[in-house]
């Protein structure tokens, strides 16, 4: 079985401000996929990041970036310089060899003027 | 890049009639796809996974014979859920791989709000 937990239910920052998003998995698989996904207001889910469970280099996107450490079984996405635009939810994915995705309960991000 | 299309986007209907959705990749051939489904502030679950050509997988707990899937081509399946009743109102979200990408990400439609009244 596979598990995803975000442990933040709801975070509020002032724009400007950087913001850590954690995500914590549980798989048996030693293959397996981590997602990062947006979902603004609209509902739409918005792919940001996929990382394979053998790449544990850290990755830089603009204001995004995303700490993976399989050590700890974790995948932290930081957001630097927040903006009122990056008010959403956002949820933390896995994806083993069987090939379904389990999400985390997502966490939501409210950035104030 | 990959775009998937699910329509209707919304949808009001009265308890006990059928909604079709459609979820259609638009650019890409898909031997599989996914119906997740979201509870307002909820995270999103998985209903089943659709294969092209043959039954779809239902995951614990859903009612096969009230969601009826269909992945008739390789490029689109539908969702139908059959004797509606508001307890089905939710957000139903496909997503779709690329075939012959089995290690990519997936596509997401951009999700159909049902509504049953």
Redesign the interface.
Known sequence: AQKVTQAQTEISVVEKEDVTLDCVYETRDTTY?L?W?KQPP????V?LI?R?SFDEQNEISGRYSWNFQKSTSSFNFTITASQVVDSAVY?CAL?GNA????????T?LTVKP | GAVVSQHPSRVICKSGTSVKIECRSLDFQAT?M?WYRQFP????M?MA?SNEGSKATYEQGVEKDKFLINHASLTLSTLTVTSAHPEDSS?Y?C?A?EQGR???????G??T?LTVV
């Not at chain 1, 609209?42 to 889910?45: F, P, Q, T, V």
């Not at chain 2, 089995?102 to 997401?108: D, L, P, R, S, W």
């Open positions: 996929y997602f996904y609209s509902g739409e889910l792919f996929r394979n949820f994806k090939g379904k995705s389990t999400f985390g309960d997502g939501t | 599989t996914f502030k909820q995270s999103l998985l996974t957000f979200i997503s791989r089995a290690n990519y990400g997936y596509t997401f951009s999700g709000r």
